[in-house]
């Protein structure tokens, strides 16, 4: 398959799937022919082939992935299209889950929304000092949080969203979002070694320990409360349309006339500054 909005790359058993459109910050786009469709092709192609042991998700640019591709997304006007949007976004999270193979996330720079949805479906999260995560969408009235609580837990997932501030690696790491933190320069040379150890292990036992987990995660409740969220998550999207600025004004109006340069301008009127305050001690 000849990939539009990513790049593919091979080593010693473990396939390396690169997002590679910086210019748009590695923003996800939805439906055909987007990157999160050849995304779900690539992990299909991982699964199918017996020399993969492991994947290896990361980015090209200055960014992991700064959320959803809002531009080029289809206007959702009734209850049904809000339903539809977020059946799609089910449907892309259950089918990642689905891979059998590991897949480990790199991730540095901006992780953003969509990003941080996709990061949770991941097995392993691996950030760059300097990665940033945040669940901004919350600031425009969407929603976005439901992926994570497993993760995080309610009141992190909360702040996220409630705020829509953004949080360090560090803080990250100390709440669950991601295994280990890297120095940038080394982040990917210390996630490709990671994925060489998965890969030289007996991999039918790789496999079925995956499996395991991620059904004893599921039936332990992560599944039921998924589908609790989802369906606030359709509640919340359906009402975005009337979700407004501090001067007034919809948000979704100001993306159609401005764009997102005028939508992050209405957006960052809310507040400045951080409220969380970065700690400097280091999770043990």
């Not at 539009?4 to 396939?15: D, K, S």
């Not at 080029?72 to 049904?80: F, I, S, V």
């Not at 790199?106 to 990003?115: D, I, Q, Y």
Request: glycine share 10%; with cysteine; hydrophobic share 45%.
């Amino acid at each position: 398959m000849a990939f539009q909005h990513l790049l593919i790359e091979r080593r010693a058993g473990v396939l390396e799937v690169i997002l590679d459109q910086p210019e748009k910050l590695n923003a996800l786009g939805i439906g055909p022919g987007s990157n999160r469709e050849e995304l779900l092709a690539a992990l299909s192609m991982a699964d199918a082939d017996d020399d993969v042991g492991c994947v290896l998700l990361r980015a090209n640019g200055r960014a992991f992935c700064a959320g959803g591709d809002l531009s080029g997304a289809q206007p959702t006007e009734t209850p049904l299209d809000e339903h539809l949007f977020n059946a799609e976004l089910v449907r892309f999270y259950s089918a990642m889950r689905a891979t059998a193979k590991p897949v480990i996330a790199a991730v540095h720079g901006l992780c953003l929304g969509a990003g941080l949805g996709l990061v949770a479906q991941c097995d392993i999260v691996v950030a760059a000092d300097d990665a940033r995560f945040g669940l901004v969408e919350g600031r425009i009235g969407h929603p976005g949080a439901t992926e994570i609580v497993p993760l995080v837990g309610a009141a992190w997932a909360k702040f996220l969203i409630l705020t829509g501030e953004l949080i360090d690696a560090a803080t990250a790491r100390r709440i669950g979002l991601v295994l280990e933190t890297t120095a940038p320069q080394d982040l990917t040379t210390r996630c490709q070694e990671l994925a060489r150890r998965i890969t030289s292990m007996p991999r039918a036992a790789v496999l079925l320990n995956k499996a395991g987990i991620s059904n004893m995660n599921d039936a332990m409740g992560v599944a039921a409360g998924r589908l609790v969220g989802r369906a606030y998550d359709s509640l919340t999207k359906s009402m975005s349309a009337v979700a407004k600025a501090p001067d007034g004004r919809a948000f979704a109006d100001i993306l159609r006339e401005e764009g997102m340069t005028g939508l992050k301008r209405a957006r960052d009127a809310q507040y400045s500054g951080n409220w969380l305050v970065p700690r400097n001690d280091k999770p043990s």
